[in-house]
């Protein structure tokens, strides 16, 4: 199937040098690119509230302002959804994308336990490559730079009764990246949350969707003001079993070569990193165990040196290694940093840059 985007361009997008400037140094999710991608989709008028319609008015438009009622459904009950996903520019001079098929099929997971209607793929990834070309001057060439993309779909319907809205909207816009941590690459330090959890049993743990993110808020505060860069959720109906970090899936490495990291119990969102590093573990002959790990594991692991390095991992990081987990008045020291993290790490960026082999057919040409 492909899909007609009808093409409005920007009247007046910023100029070469404007552009190169941001370029130069980008920071994360501050500046975007000239364009956006929109299409709209309608319920079927007797559509008898499933989520039978149409998207219709495929378009690449100016980045700007969007017009909605202030009764717009999205605004009330956060009926919404999003993906995040990178495209990394090789040394050709070619666009590339890393898995975008994953991407496509976790929107459309969510879309269903939101209750939104789920997007083609192939129209997912029109979309994408519609707004990369249109806007490939963005693509940055810097070291560890890339165009972070944001699809997004949320309730545009006026109206405030409670009900799955018959009107929606999916867009797609662009940001320049750099390094998300910025700087060089340093262990990060963890806040255990103990006073709020990230998802429970038959939530919307496993969507990507903005709630999620917002109920995240208040602990990040609280990781903040303890010097800490990230949450980090446990689930305390499992004896405080590990869940993932505010935007980012958890690894240990143990010394005999295991490597554990929480099983997908549907509270946890299944990263696209996170399945690629185990696929990239398995290949090195790992023994990859997705299970159960608690935070009693990890302390005493770490405490017996069997544990030998954490880390987290997710689009915006890539790999970071896990420095310090605090834990109210307990610390937590974990290696983090050593071998094999930093092997992994530089596989995966390798073939996400273009400079490794894609023996997994992983790179998608945008
Ligand atoms: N967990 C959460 C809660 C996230 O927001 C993300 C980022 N999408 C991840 C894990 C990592 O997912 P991915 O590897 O697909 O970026």
């Given at each position: 199937?492909?899909?007609?985007?009808?093409?409005?361009?920007?009247?007046?997008?910023?100029?070469?040098?404007?552009?190169?400037?941001?370029?130069?140094?980008?920071?994360?999710?501050?500046?975007?690119?000239?364009?956006?991608?929109?299409?709209?989709?309608?319920?079927?008028?007797?559509?008898?509230?499933?989520?039978?319609?149409?998207?219709?008015?495929?378009?690449?438009?100016?980045?700007?302002?969007?017009?909605?009622?202030?009764?717009?459904?999205?605004?009330?009950?956060?009926?919404?959804?999003?993906?995040?996903?990178?495209?990394?520019?090789?040394?050709?001079?070619?666009?590339?994308?890393?898995?975008?098929?994953?991407?496509?099929?976790?929107?459309?997971?969510?879309?269903?336990?939101?209750?939104?209607?789920?997007?083609?793929?192939?129209?997912?990834?029109?979309?994408?490559?519609?707004?990369?070309?249109?806007?490939?001057?963005?693509?940055?060439?810097?070291?560890?730079?890339?165009?972070?993309?944001?699809?997004?779909?949320?309730?545009?319907?006026?109206?405030?009764?409670?009900?799955?809205?018959?009107?929606?909207?999916?867009?797609?816009?662009?940001?320049?990246?750099?390094?998300?941590?910025?700087?060089?690459?340093?262990p990060?330090?963890?806040?255990?949350?103990?006073?709020?959890?990230?998802?429970?049993?038959?939530?919307?743990?496993?969507?990507?969707?903005?709630?999620?993110?917002?109920?995240?808020?208040?602990?990040?505060?609280?990781?903040?003001?303890?010097?800490?860069?990230?949450?980090?959720?446990?689930?305390?109906?499992?004896?405080?079993?590990?869940?993932?970090?505010?935007?980012?899936?958890?690894f240990f490495v143990f010394r005999d070569g295991r490597i554990v990291?929480?099983?997908?119990?549907?509270?946890?969102?299944?990263?696209?990193?996170?399945?690629?590093?185990?696929?990239?573990?398995?290949?090195?002959?790992l023994?990859?165990?997705?299970?159960?790990?608690?935070?009693?594991?990890w302390?005493?692991g770490v405490a017996s040196g069997e544990i030998t390095e954490v880390f987290?991992?997710?689009?915006?990081?890539?790999?970071?290694p896990i420095?310090?987990?605090?834990?109210?008045?307990?610390?937590?020291e974990s290696a983090g940093g050593s071998d094999v993290t930093l092997d992994i790490?530089?596989?995966?960026?390798?073939?996400?840059?273009?400079?490794?082999?894609?023996?997994?057919?992983?790179?998608?040409?945008?």
């Amino acid at each position: 199937m492909t899909t007609d985007f009808a093409v409005h361009p920007h009247p007046a997008p910023l100029s070469d040098a404007e552009r190169e400037q941001i370029l130069a140094d980008p920071g994360f999710g501050d500046h975007f690119t000239d364009h956006m991608v929109s299409i709209d989709w309608t319920r079927d008028a007797d559509g008898a509230g499933g989520a039978g319609g149409s998207w219709h008015e495929a378009r690449i438009e100016p980045f700007g302002p969007i017009q909605m009622s202030p009764a717009a459904a999205v605004l009330h009950y956060a009926q919404e959804i999003f993906e995040g996903l990178k495209a990394y520019r090789h040394e050709d001079g070619s666009v590339w994308t890393f898995r975008p098929q994953a991407n496509a099929a976790r929107l459309n997971q969510s879309a269903r336990r939101l209750a939104l209607p789920e997007l083609p793929e192939e129209m997912f990834l029109e979309s994408l490559r519609l707004l990369v070309s249109t806007d490939q001057a963005w693509v940055p060439s810097g070291d560890g730079q890339a165009l972070y993309l944001r699809p997004f779909m949320y309730a545009s319907e006026s109206f405030l009764g409670v009900r799955p809205s018959r009107q929606v909207a999916y867009k797609v816009i662009a940001s320049p990246a750099g390094n998300y941590f910025g700087g060089e690459l340093k262990p990060v330090s963890i806040w255990v949350s103990r006073d709020y959890a990230r998802a429970g049993h038959g939530g919307t743990g496993a969507a990507k969707c903005g709630g999620n993110y917002a109920a995240s808020l208040a602990p990040q505060l609280q990781a903040a003001a303890h010097g800490c860069d990230q949450v980090l959720f446990l689930d305390p109906t499992r004896d405080n079993a590990v869940e993932e970090l505010g935007g980012m899936n958890v690894f240990f490495v143990f010394r005999d070569g295991r490597i554990v990291t929480p099983a997908l119990t549907g509270t946890i969102l299944e990263g696209v990193t996170r399945r690629s590093v185990i696929r990239l573990a398995q290949d090195r002959g790992l023994d990859v165990q997705e299970r159960t790990i608690t935070l009693d594991e990890w302390r005493e692991g770490v405490a017996s040196g069997e544990i030998t390095e954490v880390f987290a991992c997710g689009t915006a990081a890539v790999i970071t290694p896990i420095g310090r987990l605090f834990d109210g008045e307990d610390v937590i020291e974990s290696a983090g940093g050593s071998d094999v993290t930093l092997d992994i790490r530089r596989e995966l960026l390798e073939l996400q840059t273009g400079r490794g082999e894609d023996r997994h057919g992983w790179l998608y040409r945008l």
